[in-house]
């Protein structure tokens, strides 16, 4: 097929949920023009969500900044905000003229080369199909053992499957495929890293609808409150990104959200997608690139007497996301030697609610997804796995009124982290009672820790949740609401006890002495490991007698 085909604007290609977890595909028009009648995007993966919900953001942010009267300043921008937000739905009329206008740019296939694609890439890698759809993550010349689809569906996609992929892609590529040729004075070109998204560690803003979740993640001021450069999307650039090519970093949203990690060109057979060639495309530097609204930041200390700098702070799965949450709402009481950057969509949704357009009664979702690689020395080689992990907080807890709270909150974090230690050690224990030595004694204290962490997930996030500093304003409120996951906490960690424990051999339950580093120490039996477990989550968690009319 050498004619345009597939229409993103309106051929029916994003899958979203409604309120009742139906889901349908719809097209771009449909989806910004009917956002607040679907709960949220329904994709592959959380990842792929994340890819597809930029491009909205991007769209919505373009169409609202240039409607009559075009946004010029902060007041307007946040005028303009309020004015959408209270409408309860995006601007359809302005939604509709824009993609009208720009129709002919949101091809999926077409001979010039189709949306986000380029024709250079007719020389870069050639994939199959299976490489497009980051739920299989599968190269050229390495199957999976355990295939998630199978026959036609595996080897080909539809158009909407390509597109939704297509942007994933774009978002998150690895770094296994090879450049090709060098640059024009001779030179190799550089090494890029994974799609930009993959460098980042991914936070947005979830409302109760789509509407809201767009709207909330359209940040329409800079971290420092003043306004953005003119949106530009990619598509609307006359010059195009060239293979490997170090840009500038867009300072206008819509240019930032929709630029071109990698330069794609999708092959087309008999209506369905069979595979693509790929390139490295467009890349710049991520330290201290604030412009990006949408991912944590971890400090970077240099040389003795410079300033520190800020990356992005990739997410692991092993690790709860809350346990870095200060890298996400800020400090309560700064800390010398501390140094934190928050990111941009937190920022945007503190002057939200200081500015009084959203409310303090309902929280908000921050919902983190992100791409996991592998290879030697940290290259990104090829994706190893896709998740997502989410906070419920309520706006004002990032505000100055939440400011008490959030030293509250970083306290029993730190209490936490200290009972996750005290659930190592006692496993370590138990194994070398139990005669294991060695790095097998090391593979179980790191399990306990991380058996702590899981078990104190729930209760925490689930607190977290509930904590609405208007409604603990007072220190008898917050000391009674911070009881409250006292003693989850407390009854949390005595119950892990058993499962750490578990039904030792008898020779564990006395102690005795065995050589350990060259001389003979005494190694604590299991009763005594427990006595002095249970004594210090005594010590973090006292025994606090519930109030009358309290609640667990």
């Known amino acids: 097929m050498t004619e345009k085909c597939f229409n993103l604007v309106d051929s029916p290609w994003i899958l979203v949920k409604d309120q009742e977890d139906h889901t349908e595909e719809v097209s771009l028009e449909k989806v910004l023009t009917n956002a607040q009648d679907y709960r949220d995007l329904a994709g592959e993966t959380a990842a792929q969500n994340a890819a597809v919900l930029r491009l909205l953001i991007a769209i919505n942010h373009t169409v609202i900044t240039r409607m009559d009267p075009p946004v010029e300043d902060e007041e307007e921008a946040l005028d303009r905000w309020e004015e959408i937000w209270e409408e309860g739905r995006l601007p359809e009329q302005a939604i509709k003229d824009y993609l009208s206008r720009w129709k002919d ?8 080369g189709g949306f986000l694609q380029s024709k250079t890439a007719e020389i870069g890698t050639d994939y199959k199909a299976p490489k497009l759809t980051g739920d299989l993550s599968e190269s050229n010349n390495k199957l999976r053992l355990f295939q998630l689809r199978s026959g036609e569906s595996k080897e080909s996609l539809t158009m909407a499957e390509a597109a939704r992929w297509l942007l994933n892609v774009n978002a998150y590529d690895d770094t296994s495929a090879k450049a090709k040729g060098t640059q024009p004075n001779g030179e190799k070109f550089p090494s890029i890293g994974a799609g930009w998204l993959g460098k980042l560690g991914q936070i947005y803003a979830y409302g109760s609808n789509l509407f809201e979740t ?4 359209t940040v329409l001021l800079k971290s420092d409150d003043s306004i953005w450069g003119k949106d530009k999307p990619y598509w609307e650039e006359q010059e195009k990104v060239r293979q490997r090519q170090e840009i500038r970093m867009p300072d206008n949203q819509a240019g930032l959200l929709t630029f071109p990690s990698r330069l794609l060109l999708l092959k087309e057979q008999n209506g369905r997608i069979t595979g693509f060639n790929l390139l490295g495309g467009g890349f710049f530097e991520k330290t201290d690139a604030f412009n990006e609204p949408f991912t ?9 007497n410079e300033p520190v ?8 799965a092993a690790r709860q996301i809350w346990r870095d949450f200060a890298s996400i709402a800020g400090f309560g009481r700064e800390k010398e030697g501390q140094e934190t950057h928050l990111p941009g969509i937190v920022l945007w949704i503190k002057t939200l609610q200081a500015e009084n357009l959203i409310p ?7 919902t983190m997804p992100f791409v996991q690689y592998g290879g030697k020395n940290f290259k990104d080689f090829f994706v190893t ?3 997502t992990q989410s906070l419920m907080m309520y706006p004002k807890l990032l505000t100055e009124a939440g400011k008490e709270w959030r030293t509250i909150i970083e306290e029993e974090i730190s209490k936490i982290d200290t009972a996750a230690d005290d659930t190592g050690i006692l496993a370590q224990t138990v194994a070398e009672a139990s005669g294991d030595s060695g790095e097998s004694v090391t593979k179980f204290a790191d399990k306990g820790r991380a058996l702590a962490y899981e078990n104190a997930d729930e209760p925490f996030r689930t607190w977290l949740a509930t904590l609405n500093p208007s409604t603990y304003e007072d220190e008898e409120a917050r000391q009674g609401k911070r009881e409250e996951l006292q ?3 407390r009854n949390c960690f005595l119950r892990l006890e058993c499962t750490v424990v578990g039904v030792p051999p008898v020779n564990a339950l006395f102690s005795r002495q065995v050589m350990k580093g060259g001389k003979m120490v005494r190694v604590l039996s299991v009763p005594e490991a427990e006595m002095r477990f249970e004594a210090q989550i005594n010590k973090l968690y006292p025994k606090i007698t519930q109030k009358e009319g309290g609640t667990e």
């Not at 740019?105 to 010039?112: G, H």
Request: overall charge positive; glycine content about 2%; aromatic content about 12%.
């Open 385 to 387: 796995d896709t998740s």
């Open 360 to 366: 303090d009664s309902q929280p908000i979702e921050f």
């Open 296 to 304: 944590t930041w971890r400090p970077v200390k240099g040389k003795k």
């Open 487 to 489: 003693r989850k906490l």
């Open 309 to 316: 700098h800020f990356v992005p702070r990739r997410h692991d």
């Open 105 to 112: 740019k949101f091809w999926l296939i077409d001979p010039e």
């Open 214 to 217: 767009i709207m909330l993640n």
